[in-house]
């Protein structure tokens, strides 16, 4: 039985199956492993990152393809930047560093003809926005 036509799951109709595991690891994550009393900042985290998850499964649905890489980083980018307003630290450095991955990031999927520049902005945007949102809960 197979699953999947290669590794790199160019149909979208592949991405289902992956995208539904990772929602109901990430809600677990977020309500029984991170919770909200004891890792606050890792709760919300979590709880962007399970936002992300849905949306890649509805796009999937929708037969849409994004860049999960693009999601990935972005939102690890924000979640940092929130984390050094939140803890009050200067994390500029590692910021910059995840703006750069966030390029380079970008300019491979492209390279590798894995995505076009629509579903780079699309997975750029699906992995920050909930990052950003989450910032008024716990900063």
């Known amino acids: 039985m197979q699953y999947a036509s290669s590794l790199m799951l160019k149909k979208v109709k592949e991405r289902r199956f992956p995208y539904l595991i990772a929602v109901i ?7 029984y492993v991170f919770t909200e009393s004891m890792d606050l900042e890792l709760h919300f985290f979590f709880a962007g990152i399970s936002f992300t998850s849905i949306t890649f499964l509805i796009l999937s649905c929708l037969n849409y393809k994004a860049s999960l890489h693009a999601a990935a980083i972005s939102g690890l980018t924000m979640f940092v930047i929130a984390l050094s307003i939140h803890l009050q630290l200067n994390l500029i450095i590692g910021i910059g560093f995840l703006i750069l991955i966030n390029g380079l990031v970008a300019t491979s999927r492209l390279h590798l003809k894995a995505h076009n ?17 989450m910032m008024a809960y716990w900063i």
């Open 25 to 31: 690891l990430n809600l677990y994550i977020t309500k």
């Open 117 to 133: 520049t629509l579903q780079l902005i699309i997975g750029f945007v699906a992995g920050f926005s909930p990052q950003f949102m």
